[in-house]
Structure formats: C-alpha cells, structure tokens
C-alpha cells in the first residue's frame, strides 16, 4: 500500500499481514480524494479518520495538505501502524491517536469539530446507517463526511447525501451541506 498523490507520493505504508484489515486501495484513494478536489480540497483542514486502521485516509490527507488528522481506531495493535507510519513520513506532531471504539467516540459530545470525517468501517457493521448523523454532531458547519461501505447499502434518500460513487463492491458516500454542491 502506498500514498497515491501529495509530498508523499510513491511512499509505501506499513500493515499487518493478514486480514485484520481492509485498508481502501489505492485506486478509491485516488478517486475519492479527486470527488474532495471538486469541493474545496482538504487543504489546511482538520480530519477525523475513523476505523482508521492503518491511518492510509489521514495519511493521504496530510500528504494533499491538510493540517491534522486524529486517528480513532479500536485496536490498539493496528493503530501502532498508523503511527509507525506517520513518523516514518516524520509527520506525527499533525497526528492525534486515540484507541478507542469509534461508535462510543461518534456518540458523545464532540471536544473538537473537523473539517472532514473518513469513516471506512467494517462493511457488517449493525450501526452503519446511524453514522451519518453521528458523524454530524463532530464536523464544522460546512463540513464533509467520507463514508465507505457495501454495495448492499444504499444512502440515496438520505438529505445531506452529496455524492456516491461505486468502486467494485465499494461505495463511497460523501455527505455536507447543500452549500457544497455549487
């Protein structure tokens, strides 16, 4: 796995071996990262990388310019690589982690609000549907929230859906205000 575009671009990212994770490959990278272009970019922006796994959404981030990212992920073991990588780019200091279930984190009262929230979780999970709302209450008032999920799941009614892409069996939702679209 590697960063797809920014100062980092070409440097690989490290991951456990197996499937303790299902980092976003690099080609949805690229396309969900030209979708944010189109709306502004994340260019000194604040991001929350939820289920971060190995952190290759905030990575990617920070390597297209934005200021921070805060890494939430549950296991402690994986998040050890997200951090393992941003020093091995030296970028660290732009870097929060926290190891913590992002459910519980989504649902009590934000301390920050960002910019961006990326939300890649497992694709079964029984709360997907409630996320975007959650995930509201965390962002700024123009912010965007980054969700990817199963082709199973389908967000077309939901109000604050701005776009959706498929990538194989991959959907990527992407959800602000109306404001965005213009």
Same mark, same amino acid.
């Given at each position: 796995?590697?960063?797809?575009?920014?100062?980092f671009?070409?440097?690989?990212?490290?991951?456990? #071996?197996?499937?303790?994770?299902? !980092?976003t490959?690099?080609?949805?990278?690229e396309?969900?990262?030209? %979708? %944010?272009?189109s %709306?502004?970019?994340?260019?000194? #922006?604040?991001?929350?990388?939820?289920f971060?796994?190995?952190?290759?959404?905030g990575?990617?981030?920070?390597?297209?310019?934005?200021?921070?990212?805060?890494?939430? $992920?549950?296991?402690?073991?994986v998040?050890?690589?997200?951090?393992?990588?941003?020093?091995?780019?030296?970028?660290?200091?732009?870097?929060? =982690?926290?190891?913590?279930?992002?459910?519980?984190?989504?649902?009590r !009262? !934000?301390?920050?609000?960002?910019?961006?929230?990326?939300?890649?979780?497992?694709y079964?999970l029984?709360?997907?549907?409630?996320?975007p709302?959650?995930?509201?209450?965390?962002?700024? $008032?123009?912010g965007?929230?980054?969700?990817?999920?199963?082709?199973?799941?389908? =967000?077309?009614?939901?109000?604050?859906? %701005?776009?959706?892409?498929?990538?194989?069996?991959?959907?990527?939702?992407? =959800?602000?205000?109306?404001?965005?679209?213009?």
């Open positions: 796995m590697r960063i797809v575009s920014g100062k671009k070409r440097r690989l990212m490290s991951s456990p #071996k197996g499937n303790v994770t299902r !980092p490959t690099d080609r949805v990278r396309s969900l990262f030209n %979708l %944010l272009y %709306l502004g970019g994340v260019d000194d #922006k604040r991001i929350l990388d939820m971060a796994g190995t952190g290759a959404l990575l990617e981030a920070l390597s297209r310019g934005a200021s921070s990212v805060t890494f939430v $992920e549950s296991n402690p073991r998040l050890r690589f997200a951090r393992a990588n941003a020093e091995n780019f030296g970028i660290q200091k732009q870097c929060s =982690f926290l190891s913590v279930d992002a459910i519980r984190f989504l649902k !009262p !934000p301390r920050v609000k960002y910019d961006f929230i990326f939300a890649d979780p497992p079964e029984p709360e997907m549907a409630r996320l709302e959650w995930a509201q209450n965390h962002l700024e $008032e123009y965007i929230f980054v969700l990817e999920h199963d082709k199973r799941i389908f =967000f077309d009614d939901h109000p604050g859906l %701005l776009i959706s892409r498929k990538y194989g069996r991959t959907i990527v939702s992407i =959800f602000g205000s109306r404001e965005h679209e213009s």
